[in-house]
């Protein structure tokens, strides 16, 4: 299989999730910027990831791309497994990663894409909303995280390699981790994991 990503994407998380299951992929950057037209034939909205699958089938959205690979490796234990409850766990934490804390920070990034008005102080006014609503959504994810060190389920799980690629952002805001110290926590200890490392490697290269 082949995973097209971008360095500082949320595609990182698949490539985390591949060194924690032994999962093997072919890697191929992509410039989201200005993507090729080869890879918006592939992908039309030219996000990454995208996963190609051996057969030439492309699927996209990084959520259903990591519960795919869940599927694949099924002995890792790393989604809800045949328990009810802790599947309803999953799939809201992972609801609220990419409905919730995903969202603003693509405004915050790029403010231009949001308004017609691309004056100063008009991009100054949405990137300034729009980091009172990241304060929102960490302050959540902080307090979920809080002493377990993981999203859900208390141990490690998917979620931790999605949330880990999206949290790294916050230190790009005014006060960075500060107001968070779950969160500042998680980041330690995922950076101490090794798979977390080569697949910030991979991303590097």
């Not at 030439?56 to 519960?67: E, K, S």
């Not at 309803?88 to 693509?106: K, N, Q, V, Y």
Request: proline share 6%; charged share 25%.
């Amino acid at each position: 299989m082949k995973l097209y990503f971008s360095p500082g994407a949320c595609s990182l998380a698949p490539m985390i999730l591949a060194e924690w299951t032994g999962m093997s992929l072919d890697l191929e950057r992509v410039d989201t910027r200005d993507p090729s037209p080869e890879f918006l034939d592939k992908n039309p909205l030219g996000a990454v990831p995208a996963l190609e699958l051996d057969n030439g089938v492309v699927r996209n959205q990084v959520d259903a791309i990591l519960q795919y690979q869940c599927a694949l490796a099924p002995d890792a234990g790393l989604d809800g497994a045949g328990n009810t409850d802790d599947q309803f766990e999953i799939h809201r934490w992972s609801a609220f990663l990419t409905g919730d804390f995903h969202p603003p920070f693509g405004v915050w990034f790029n403010p231009k894409r949001f308004t017609s008005d691309h004056g100063e102080e008009s991009l100054a006014a949405i990137k300034q909303a729009t980091a009172e609503r990241i304060a929102r959504v960490a302050a959540i994810l902080d307090e979920q995280v809080g002493e377990s060190g993981h999203v859900a389920l208390g141990r490690r799980t998917f979620l931790d390699a999605y949330a880990f690629a999206m949290v790294r952002w916050i230190k790009n805001l005014q006060g960075g981790f500060t107001p968070y110290p779950h969160l500042d926590e998680f980041m330690q200890a995922m950076k101490g994991d090794d798979g977390v490392q080569r697949a910030l490697s991979s991303e590097r290269n």
